[in-house]
């Protein structure tokens, strides 16, 4: 009686290690402790916190390494300087931001974060020259003697709005507002100023706000600008193409440029980590897009356009896999 009732307990005993093993479904799984990360975003009113919490709730549900929470931020700027700090280990910024944090420039003067790794490039944020449909300004040449909102002191826009103008040779022609562009809206509304500059993805909802009752235009930014801030090292910057309709004034297809929002990681996170988490990325970009339009641009086709920081070796090993050239100026 005594070993048989041994052998019951022995039984049983094994029986609750051999389900602490197995999932519902009976899977095996590994008893690694997934590393925990914090992803940086943006304020909930913007594309990046969605995008930032669903990437989030995905790594978790799918990463046998990884798991992930997202917190909303003062998005890139703050998401920079937070990976540098360690608050975070990964966010979602503008490549012209993190391309200013690794090299120290700029609001990081002194400052470089090199630990600052680059992931993916993921959608376009077209740096728009908005100007009243019924304006007489055409190009950006005619800004000249002009009163322009150039955004927020320190702001990336406000950076973007100096880079282009002093490609186009009007910079220091132009009456220059720092004003962001919940402000800039109204006074281009009340013809307080000519023109008003910002940076985010199209259409814009501010736009839309004042295009409904006051018609615009957004400036057309030439080859020969693009081409002249490339050959001056601003290698983030893409083309992009405003269409016709985008809002209420804008009557055809202009061509300007636009930076991309990109996925970026610490340093100090494990390759293994880093590569589960592109892997994610694109293998359920689908739930991504049901959260919004923006994830509808997420492509491997164009995962590396304007990467302006290096790449983490655990996103250059999926790539690879996945056949892609890595350019040597981004492979470091």
Sequence with gaps: MKWKILGIIFVLALGLVVSGCTQQGGTTTSSVEKTKI?????????????????????????GTVVSAEAVTSGASVANAKAIGDGNAQAAILQNDVAYYAYNGLYMFQGTAIKKLKGVAALYPETVQFVVRADSDIKSLEDLKGKKVAIGAPGSGTAVAAEQVLRAAGVWDSIEKVNQKFSEAA??????????AVLVAGIPTPAVNQIAVQTPVRVLPIPDETLNKLKDEGYIFYVRQIVPKG??????????????????????????????????????????????HQ??????????????????????????????????????G
């Design 38 to 62: 914090t992803i940086y975003t943006g304020g909930t009113s913007g594309v990046y916190f969605p995008l930032g919490s669903k990437y989030a709730e995905l790594l978790t549900k799918y």
């Design 186 to 195: 109204q006074s281009l509304k009340l013809g307080q100023v000519d023109a």
């Design 246 to 291: 985008t809002y209420n004034g804008v009557e055809e297809d202009t061509p300007t440029v636009a930076v991309k929002a990109m996925l970026a990681v610490s340093a100090d996170l494990p390759d293994n980590v880093v590569y589960e988490m592109t892997k994610i990325l694109y293998e359920h970009v689908e739930d991504l897009r049901a959260v």
């Design 294 to 331: 923006k994830a509808k641009l997420i492509s491997l086709d164009t995962a590396l356009d304007g990467m302006s920081i290096p790449l983490h070796p655990g996103a250059i090993k999926y790539y690879e896999e996945k056949g892609l050239s890595i350019p040597s100026e981004i492979k």
